[in-house]
């Protein structure tokens, strides 16, 4: 953590936060379940501090803190399983410009879940238990923080303040309303395993993006993450063949690479991978 550099915004009187601070100075000492407790320690604190000024999302404040805590929890789970290396490599930026589904995105160049809780969505996603529309709302009806929640936002997040019919239902006691529907119908009808969308759900829920936008953004990376697995783990096996193609006599890994993108174009991280397998 950088003290002159991090922007906290008066973060310092917020209670946990010297505890936090505590465990930033001995990072390096941590183990992983503490590792990844403080980080979403730092994201509700993060999305408290923004609350009380939206403004201040523009200088994304503790992003520093959080950058260093996903950092060590990456290197642990490298150090834990060598598959776990490839989770870690980068895809491609996602940013909020992006529409996929009839929804915006969010920014976003980290990972959402931890190697572990990737790999169990992976399997679930692999299986795609076939769950009814039926089913499935009748799960989401049973969320009660959902349902409240949900009844006051559209399906992007943003809170309807305005809206009249809405206003008028909560004066008289019900908070099913219209926006609860719709935004239901929107997670149904998103193309991704069931399960799935359950577990995006409920993550969006732990931190606070609990909205059809953030599930429908959290499956798309999912989706993005195991494309980019797959693409990964080829790309290295094409390196091996051609190594194993030169005898051991092709040294030049500026050849090899020019191979690989004649075969599959620009990927991203390319260099990486070589690095990963030589």
Partial sequence: MNDDDNFNFGVESWPGYDDMVDQLKNLDELE????????????????D?????????????????????????????????????????????????????DFKLYDCNYNLITYTEYLRLKDLWIKNKQISDDDLKNWIMKLEWLNISWS??????????????????????????????????????????????????????????????YCNFFCEWMKRKMMNEFMYKEVAEYIKKIKCLGNGKMTNKYLILEIVELKYGHIYNLYQIFKMIT
Wanted: with cysteine; charged share 35%; glycine share 4%.
């Fill in 32 to 47: 992983y379940e503490d590792v990844c407790d403080l980080e979403n320690k730092l994201i509700k604190l993060q999305q």
């Fill in 152 to 213: 006051f936002i559209d399906k992007n997040g943003n809170i309807m303040y305005e809206d009249k019919k809405l206003l008028e239902s909560l004066k008289n006691g019900d908070i099913h309303s219209t926006y609860l529907y719709k935004n239901i119908d929107s997670v149904i009808n998103l193309p991704y395993p069931r399960e799935v969308i359950q577990n995006a759900i409920l993550i969006g829920g732990d931190t606070r993006y609990d909205s059809p936008r």
């Fill in 49 to 101: 501090v923004i609350k009380t000024n939206v403004l201040l999302s523009l200088f994304e404040p503790l992003s520093e803190d959080l950058e260093a805590v996903r950092l060590r929890k990456s290197l642990i789970e490298i150090e834990k399983s060598k598959e776990a290396e490839i989770f870690h490599l980068k895809i491609r930026d996602i940013t909020e410009d992006e529409i996929v589904n």
